[in-house]
């Protein structure tokens, strides 16, 4: 087994603590007047945004734990599940702007889970 690349430990880290903190953010905000009206702007109903949001952030979570334990399909289900929530999330934003450090994070994640060391590691398992 080869020892895990110090950048799957870095992103699955950072994954884990901002999933968590934002799961915490999002629960205090599920009735804040500010939050439900930005959301009253875009397409989608409240109730799948909230369900796209805490869904969202479980698959994260469980990527992030098992990146650390060296699952492949949790580094390919954050490769493709961050990619489509970006996509997602860009389409139906009222604030576009808000999504580019989303997408700036998850490109940069993306990157560097598909590095050559990084992809031997996994298929080691």
């Known amino acids: 087994m080869e020892k895990r690349p110090l950048s799957v430990s870095v992103i699955a880290w950072i994954l884990l603590v901002t999933s968590l903190l934002s799961l915490a953010a999002a ?3 599920l009735n804040e007047p500010g939050t439900r009206a930005l959301m009253a702007r875009t397409p989608l109903p409240i109730p ?3 369900a796209l949001t805490f869904g969202g952030l479980a698959l994260d979570i469980v990527a992030a ?3 650390l ?3 492949n399909w949790a ?4 490769i493709v599940g961050g990619g489509l929530c970006v996509l997602l ?3 139906v934003s009222p604030v ?3 999504v580019f450090p989303a997408i700036i994070m998850v490109a940069v994640f993306v990157f560097f889970l598909t590095r050559p060391r990084v992809s031997a590691y996994f298929a080691s398992f």
Do not use: D, E, N, P
């Open 27 to 29: 629960v205090f905000s």
């Open 48 to 50: 799948l945004q909230h």
């Open 65 to 67: 734990l098992f990146m």
């Open 69 to 71: 334990r060296g699952a």
């Open 75 to 78: 580094r390919l289900l954050y």
């Open 89 to 91: 999330t860009f389409a």
């Open 96 to 98: 576009k702007a808000l």
